[in-house]
């Protein structure tokens, strides 16, 4: 699996029916849902947006 230039192994046990393509919320390892593609674009918007706050936050601090 790829997040971004990253590469990991992820465990499908908890979703043997994942298929190369499929979108998945990864916790520590292990897939736990697929999502279509409108959820997922969603979900990585929600967190796009929570990464510019914290870099917004942590520039403001020094």
């Not at 997040?3 to 919320?25: K, M, N, S, W």
Request: proline share 2%; aromatic share 10%.
């Amino acid at each position: 699996m790829a997040f971004g230039a990253v590469r990991r192994e992820v465990c499908l046990a908890y979703t043997p029916e994942a298929q190369v393509g499929d979108f998945l919320i990864v916790h520590v390892g292990f897939a736990i849902q697929i999502l279509d593609e409108a959820a997922a674009r969603e979900a990585l918007g929600y967190w796009l947006e929570i990464g510019l706050e914290m870099a917004e936050q942590e520039g403001g601090e020094s």
